[in-house]
Protein backbone atom coordinates (compact mmCIF):
# COMPACT_ATOMS: atom_id res chain seq x y z
CA UNK A 1 0.00 0.00 0.00
CA UNK A 2 1.31 3.49 -1.03
CA UNK A 3 0.69 4.64 2.41
CA UNK A 4 2.86 7.88 2.02
CA UNK A 5 0.45 9.34 -0.50
CA UNK A 6 -2.05 9.51 2.04
CA UNK A 7 0.28 11.10 4.59
CA UNK A 8 1.13 13.83 2.08
CA UNK A 9 -2.34 14.45 1.32
CA UNK A 10 -3.60 14.99 5.51
CA UNK A 11 -0.65 17.00 5.88
CA UNK A 12 -2.59 19.81 3.50
CA UNK A 13 -5.10 19.67 5.88
CA UNK A 14 -3.97 18.71 9.36
CA UNK A 15 -0.86 19.98 11.49
CA UNK A 16 -0.24 16.50 13.03
CA UNK A 17 -0.49 13.00 11.20
CA UNK A 18 0.17 9.82 13.49
CA UNK A 19 1.07 6.64 11.78
CA UNK A 20 0.17 4.20 14.61
CA UNK A 21 3.54 2.44 16.41
CA UNK A 22 5.95 4.16 14.60
CA UNK A 23 5.34 7.86 14.40
CA UNK A 24 3.88 11.42 13.82
CA UNK A 25 4.50 13.83 11.18
CA UNK A 26 4.02 17.53 12.11
CA UNK A 27 3.72 20.76 10.60
CA UNK A 28 4.47 24.46 11.26
CA UNK A 29 3.04 27.09 9.55
CA UNK A 30 6.32 29.77 9.27
CA UNK A 31 5.91 33.26 7.66
CA UNK A 32 7.21 34.28 4.48
CA UNK A 33 11.01 34.93 4.82
CA UNK A 34 14.12 36.62 2.37
CA UNK A 35 17.58 35.56 2.00
CA UNK A 36 19.66 38.31 2.53
CA UNK A 37 22.70 36.35 0.98
CA UNK A 38 20.94 35.85 -2.28
CA UNK A 39 17.98 38.70 -1.90
CA UNK A 40 15.79 35.85 -2.13
CA UNK A 41 12.09 36.52 -1.20
CA UNK A 42 10.21 32.78 -0.04
CA UNK A 43 6.50 32.26 0.11
CA UNK A 44 4.93 31.21 3.59
CA UNK A 45 5.31 27.68 4.29
CA UNK A 46 4.61 24.57 6.05
CA UNK A 47 7.73 23.47 8.24
CA UNK A 48 7.74 19.28 8.19
CA UNK A 49 9.11 17.63 11.19
CA UNK A 50 9.07 14.26 12.78
CA UNK A 51 8.23 12.79 16.57
CA UNK A 52 8.85 9.08 17.46
CA UNK A 53 7.30 9.68 20.54
CA UNK A 54 4.11 10.40 19.11
CA UNK A 55 2.60 6.99 18.49
CA UNK A 56 -1.00 6.52 19.72
CA UNK A 57 -3.38 5.87 16.81
CA UNK A 58 -5.80 8.74 16.97
CA UNK A 59 -7.53 7.42 13.91
CA UNK A 60 -6.74 10.12 11.03
CA UNK A 61 -5.05 7.99 8.94
CA UNK A 62 -6.57 4.99 8.98
CA UNK A 63 -9.85 6.51 8.50
CA UNK A 64 -8.44 8.46 5.77
CA UNK A 65 -7.01 5.57 4.26
CA UNK A 66 -10.69 3.07 4.26
CA UNK A 67 -12.92 5.74 3.10
CA UNK A 68 -10.23 5.95 0.22
CA UNK A 69 -9.76 2.52 -0.88
CA UNK A 70 -12.94 1.58 0.44
CA UNK A 71 -12.54 -0.90 3.41
CA UNK A 72 -13.07 -1.30 6.77
CA UNK A 73 -11.56 0.58 9.75
CA UNK A 74 -10.35 -2.44 11.04
CA UNK A 75 -8.71 -3.47 7.84
CA UNK A 76 -6.87 -0.24 7.32
CA UNK A 77 -5.53 -0.67 10.72
CA UNK A 78 -4.06 -3.63 9.43
CA UNK A 79 -2.60 -2.56 6.36
CA UNK A 80 -0.77 0.31 8.57
CA UNK A 81 0.67 -2.43 10.69
CA UNK A 82 1.77 -4.28 7.71
CA UNK A 83 3.86 -1.42 6.04
CA UNK A 84 4.74 0.14 9.41
CA UNK A 85 6.76 -3.84 9.80
CA UNK A 86 8.33 -3.45 6.68
CA UNK A 87 9.71 0.37 7.44
CA UNK A 88 11.14 -1.21 10.68
CA UNK A 89 12.64 -3.96 9.16
CA UNK A 90 14.43 -1.61 6.46
CA UNK A 91 15.93 1.02 8.85
CA UNK A 92 17.60 -2.31 11.18
CA UNK A 93 19.10 -3.05 7.94
CA UNK A 94 20.50 0.49 7.96
CA UNK A 95 18.40 1.29 4.61
CA UNK A 96 16.20 3.84 3.98
CA UNK A 97 12.49 4.70 4.40
CA UNK A 98 12.10 6.89 1.34
CA UNK A 99 8.52 8.78 1.55
CA UNK A 100 7.54 10.57 -2.11
CA UNK A 101 7.37 14.65 -1.29
CA UNK A 102 7.49 14.19 2.16
CA UNK A 103 10.95 13.14 3.20
CA UNK A 104 13.58 10.26 4.42
CA UNK A 105 14.20 8.36 7.07
CA UNK A 106 16.98 6.20 8.64
CA UNK A 107 18.57 5.23 12.02
CA UNK A 108 21.41 7.20 13.48
CA UNK A 109 24.61 5.40 14.87
CA UNK A 110 22.58 5.18 18.43
CA UNK A 111 19.94 3.94 16.30
CA UNK A 112 17.17 6.53 16.65
CA UNK A 113 14.91 7.57 14.06
CA UNK A 114 16.17 10.50 12.29
CA UNK A 115 14.13 12.87 9.23
CA UNK A 116 15.32 14.32 6.71
CA UNK A 117 12.48 16.79 4.69
CA UNK A 118 12.09 17.09 1.33
CA UNK A 119 11.96 20.90 0.50
CA UNK A 120 9.81 21.34 -2.64
CA UNK A 121 6.47 20.10 -1.74
CA UNK A 122 4.78 23.73 0.05
CA UNK A 123 1.70 22.04 1.60
CA UNK A 124 0.87 25.44 2.87
CA UNK A 125 -2.56 25.50 0.96
CA UNK A 126 -2.39 29.62 1.28
CA UNK A 127 0.30 29.77 -0.71
CA UNK A 128 -0.64 27.71 -3.67
CA UNK A 129 0.81 28.67 -6.86
CA UNK A 130 3.72 30.78 -5.05
CA UNK A 131 7.13 30.76 -5.83
CA UNK A 132 10.25 32.42 -4.46
CA UNK A 133 11.45 35.66 -6.24
CA UNK A 134 14.81 36.73 -6.48
CA UNK A 135 15.16 40.74 -6.28
CA UNK A 136 17.68 43.07 -7.56
CA UNK A 137 19.02 44.99 -4.48
CA UNK A 138 18.04 48.72 -4.03
CA UNK A 139 20.35 51.22 -3.28
CA UNK A 140 19.08 53.79 -0.85
CA UNK A 141 20.90 56.91 -0.19
CA UNK A 142 20.34 59.05 2.64
CA UNK A 143 21.08 63.12 2.54
CA UNK A 144 22.15 64.38 5.60
CA UNK A 145 21.46 68.02 6.44
CA UNK A 146 24.34 70.04 8.88
CA UNK A 147 23.89 73.29 10.55
CA UNK A 148 26.81 75.49 10.82
CA UNK A 149 28.09 78.58 12.38
CA UNK A 150 29.42 79.63 8.71
CA UNK A 151 26.03 78.14 6.86
CA UNK A 152 24.04 80.90 9.22
CA UNK A 153 27.32 83.28 8.26
CA UNK A 154 26.20 82.98 4.36
CA UNK A 155 22.83 83.51 5.29
CA UNK A 156 23.09 86.47 6.71
CA UNK A 157 25.59 87.57 4.14
CA UNK A 158 23.00 87.30 1.50
CA UNK A 159 20.80 89.80 3.19
CA UNK A 160 21.53 93.16 1.51
CA UNK A 161 22.37 96.08 3.06
CA UNK A 162 20.42 99.03 3.44
CA UNK A 163 21.31 102.66 4.19
CA UNK A 164 18.96 104.76 6.22
CA UNK A 165 18.58 108.17 7.68
CA UNK A 166 20.73 108.35 11.37
CA UNK A 167 17.33 108.56 13.15
CA UNK A 168 16.53 105.32 12.53
CA UNK A 169 15.27 102.98 15.09
CA UNK A 170 18.08 100.66 16.42
CA UNK A 171 15.37 97.88 17.75
CA UNK A 172 14.08 97.77 14.46
CA UNK A 173 17.38 96.41 13.02
CA UNK A 174 18.11 94.15 15.26
CA UNK A 175 14.63 92.41 15.52
CA UNK A 176 14.76 92.02 11.67
CA UNK A 177 18.50 90.38 12.00
CA UNK A 178 16.83 88.80 15.32
CA UNK A 179 14.03 86.95 13.02
CA UNK A 180 16.25 85.93 10.19
CA UNK A 181 18.57 84.16 12.50
CA UNK A 182 15.66 82.61 14.05
CA UNK A 183 14.32 80.99 10.95
CA UNK A 184 17.26 79.84 9.80
CA UNK A 185 17.98 78.35 13.22
CA UNK A 186 14.50 76.82 12.76
CA UNK A 187 15.25 75.50 9.34
CA UNK A 188 18.14 74.00 10.27
CA UNK A 189 16.67 72.22 13.32
CA UNK A 190 13.96 70.75 11.97
CA UNK A 191 16.51 69.33 8.97
CA UNK A 192 18.53 67.79 12.01
CA UNK A 193 15.42 65.87 13.81
CA UNK A 194 14.28 64.79 10.39
CA UNK A 195 17.51 63.27 10.16
CA UNK A 196 17.63 61.71 13.54
CA UNK A 197 14.05 60.31 13.32
CA UNK A 198 15.11 58.41 9.58
CA UNK A 199 18.02 57.22 11.32
CA UNK A 200 16.06 55.94 14.44
CA UNK A 201 13.58 54.19 11.25
CA UNK A 202 16.89 52.35 9.87
CA UNK A 203 17.80 50.88 13.42
CA UNK A 204 14.77 49.70 14.35
CA UNK A 205 14.57 47.97 10.84
CA UNK A 206 17.52 46.71 11.49
CA UNK A 207 16.48 45.41 14.93
CA UNK A 208 13.72 44.24 13.49
CA UNK A 209 15.83 41.65 10.91
CA UNK A 210 17.83 40.75 13.93
CA UNK A 211 14.91 39.64 15.96
CA UNK A 212 13.30 37.64 12.57
CA UNK A 213 16.52 35.77 12.49
CA UNK A 214 16.27 34.97 15.58
CA UNK A 215 12.95 33.68 15.74
CA UNK A 216 13.44 31.62 12.64
CA UNK A 217 16.40 30.32 14.14
CA UNK A 218 14.37 29.20 17.65
CA UNK A 219 12.15 27.47 15.57
CA UNK A 220 14.62 25.18 14.10
CA UNK A 221 15.76 23.91 17.11
CA UNK A 222 12.20 23.39 19.14
CA UNK A 223 11.73 20.49 21.16
CA UNK A 224 9.68 18.37 18.47
CA UNK A 225 12.45 18.72 15.47
CA UNK A 226 14.66 15.85 15.65
CA UNK A 227 18.31 17.31 14.56
CA UNK A 228 20.18 16.17 11.65
CA UNK A 229 22.41 13.79 12.33
CA UNK A 230 24.74 14.73 9.78
CA UNK A 231 28.10 15.22 11.90
CA UNK A 232 27.47 11.19 12.72
CA UNK A 233 27.24 10.73 9.24
CA UNK A 234 30.04 12.05 7.84
CA UNK A 235 32.43 10.35 10.53
CA UNK A 236 31.17 7.17 9.36
CA UNK A 237 32.04 8.43 5.59
CA UNK A 238 28.59 6.93 4.79
CA UNK A 239 27.61 8.75 1.84
CA UNK A 240 24.12 7.09 0.31
CA UNK A 241 23.35 9.60 -2.10
CA UNK A 242 24.68 9.67 -5.34
CA UNK A 243 24.34 11.41 -8.47
CA UNK A 244 24.08 8.84 -11.70
CA UNK A 245 25.51 10.29 -15.33
CA UNK A 246 24.29 6.73 -16.95
CA UNK A 247 24.84 3.10 -17.44
CA UNK A 248 26.91 0.93 -19.90
CA UNK A 249 26.64 -2.21 -21.47
CA UNK A 250 30.89 -2.49 -21.42
CA UNK A 251 32.89 -1.20 -19.22
CA UNK A 252 35.18 0.59 -21.59
CA UNK A 253 32.70 3.12 -22.39
CA UNK A 254 31.91 3.19 -19.00
CA UNK A 255 35.66 4.21 -18.09
CA UNK A 256 35.21 6.37 -21.15
CA UNK A 257 32.74 8.54 -19.44
CA UNK A 258 34.55 9.08 -16.52
CA UNK A 259 37.23 10.01 -17.96
CA UNK A 260 34.84 12.94 -19.53
CA UNK A 261 33.47 13.65 -16.95
CA UNK A 262 36.86 14.18 -15.09
CA UNK A 263 38.22 16.61 -17.53
CA UNK A 264 34.86 18.52 -16.86
CA UNK A 265 35.65 19.00 -13.71
CA UNK A 266 33.88 16.23 -11.39
CA UNK A 267 36.73 14.60 -10.05
CA UNK A 268 34.29 12.46 -8.04
CA UNK A 269 33.44 10.53 -11.21
CA UNK A 270 33.58 7.02 -11.06
CA UNK A 271 32.57 3.45 -12.23
CA UNK A 272 30.53 1.25 -9.36
CA UNK A 273 30.25 -2.49 -9.94
CA UNK A 274 27.40 -4.01 -12.38
CA UNK A 275 24.34 -4.04 -11.09
CA UNK A 276 21.44 -6.72 -11.46
CA UNK A 277 20.81 -5.27 -15.33
CA UNK A 278 24.42 -6.20 -16.24
CA UNK A 279 24.62 -2.31 -16.50
CA UNK A 280 27.79 -0.78 -15.44
CA UNK A 281 26.58 3.13 -13.38
CA UNK A 282 28.71 5.81 -14.05
CA UNK A 283 28.52 8.64 -11.08
CA UNK A 284 29.36 12.44 -10.66
CA UNK A 285 29.78 11.60 -7.23
CA UNK A 286 28.40 10.74 -3.96
CA UNK A 287 26.93 13.10 -0.84
CA UNK A 288 26.06 12.50 3.08
CA UNK A 289 23.00 14.58 2.82
CA UNK A 290 20.00 14.95 0.32
CA UNK A 291 19.96 18.37 0.46
CA UNK A 292 23.78 18.46 -1.01
CA UNK A 293 22.75 16.01 -3.30
CA UNK A 294 19.58 17.59 -4.74
CA UNK A 295 21.95 21.19 -5.11
CA UNK A 296 24.77 19.52 -6.98
CA UNK A 297 22.20 17.38 -9.32
CA UNK A 298 19.97 20.71 -9.99
CA UNK A 299 23.31 22.59 -11.24
CA UNK A 300 24.25 19.35 -13.72
CA UNK A 301 20.69 19.24 -15.14
CA UNK A 302 20.55 22.78 -15.50
CA UNK A 303 24.62 23.13 -17.01
CA UNK A 304 25.93 19.08 -18.72
CA UNK A 305 23.42 16.74 -18.33
CA UNK A 306 19.27 16.69 -18.26
CA UNK A 307 18.97 13.24 -17.97
CA UNK A 308 21.25 12.70 -14.27
CA UNK A 309 19.33 11.56 -11.57
CA UNK A 310 19.36 10.66 -8.13
CA UNK A 311 20.02 7.11 -6.71
CA UNK A 312 19.45 6.53 -2.87
CA UNK A 313 21.53 3.56 -2.15
CA UNK A 314 23.99 2.25 0.66
CA UNK A 315 27.09 1.16 -1.05
Known amino acids: ?59 LLANHIALAEKISYEEAVHKIDVVVNEWFSKLQNRDFVILKNIGLLKYNVENNIVFEVFEHTNYLTDSFGLSSYVSPMVKREVLKTVVTDETVQEELE ?32 LGYVGYINQQEQSETLIVQ ?31 PFHLVAGSFRSEQNAQKAVDELIEKGFADARIM ?26 QIQAKDNPEAWLLIKNM
Request: charged share 20%; with cysteine; hydrophobic share 35%.
Open 1 to 59: MNIEQYISQLLYRYACVTVPNFGAFLTETISATIQESTNTFLPPKKAVSFNSYIKNNDG
Open 158 to 189: KEPVSFEPANRNPLRSFAKYAAIVTIIMGGGT
Open 209 to 239: AEVQKEVQAKIQEATFFISNPTPEVTENNIR
Open 273 to 298: EKNDQDLYPVFYGSFTTYAEAQQELT
